[in-house]
């Protein structure tokens, strides 16, 4: 398995194929990780890719696993990445 893309190499592969400085292509990199940081509250979607979501999860009962002792979970905020369709059938390939 070869190892995942650093952001220099992919804003390297984005200033190539666009025939942008690779400084270009870092700063929209940038720009586009500060909307999406912004705008998750609300969801944010990278056409394409996917979704950025905040969900609420409630709180719950939980066990330790090095005691077995049961402790109570908070409830919490978290992020979550949805894939999109086109992204799944595009990586995975159409059933």
Known sequence: MS???TKSQVAAAIAEK?????KQAVAIL???AQLAYKNAK???TLPGLGKLVLVQRKAR???NPATGETIQIKAKKVVKFRVA???KDAILGTK
């Open 61 to 63: 009962l939980g066990r």
């Open 30 to 32: 940038e720009s586009i």
């Open 18 to 22: 666009n025939e942008l400085s690779k």
């Open 85 to 87: 369709k086109a992204a």
């Open 42 to 44: 609300n969801s944010f």
């Open 3 to 5: 190892k995942a893309l």
